[in-house]
């Protein structure tokens, strides 16, 4: 709808800059909004929480013998979870940047509790 269907008057709506993809601002809040400010201060914070994550498992974990710290998911969940409930979410975002490694997609409470979560 090109034209205000509320107004009786034949001037063009005001119409918002759409952008199609393969735009590099496709997909992303306007510069400068408050959206973009949330989306930065989120990423912030969950990085943080990555670390946070990677310096409880080098306290709580034993070195193995090819130097790399590892724990159990099972000891790793019950020294976390007084942190932060979000245990899983920041292993799965720690392993999508290749800071730990565990093997399958999702883990489990109670059932994936001897998967061993190494430090790379």
């Known amino acids: 709808q ?3 269907p509320f107004s009786n008057e034949d001037r063009l709506a ?3 800059v759409h952008t199609h ?3 590099s601002t496709y997909g992303r809040p306007p510069e400068g909004s408050q959206t973009e400010q949330r989306g930065k201060d989120a990423h912030s914070h969950v990085g943080k929480e990555v670390e946070e994550l990677c310096l409880i498992i080098r306290s709580t ?3 193995g013998e090819d ?3 590892s724990v159990t998911f099972g000891q790793l969940f019950e020294t976390y979870v007084t942190i932060s409930n979000k245990v899983v979410g920041i292993l ?3 392993r999508k940047h290749g800071l730990v490694h565990f093997e399958g997609e999702m883990l489990w409470q109670g ?3 001897d998967v061993i979560i190494t430090l790379l």
Do not use: M, T, Y
Request: aromatic content about 0%.
């Open 21 to 23: 993809r393969g735009d």
């Open 92 to 94: 799965l975002r720690a």
């Open 14 to 16: 005001s119409k918002g």
């Open 61 to 63: 974990g034993e070195v």
């Open 2 to 4: 090109r034209k205000n």
């Open 67 to 69: 130097g790399h710290v």
């Open 111 to 113: 059932k994936d509790d």
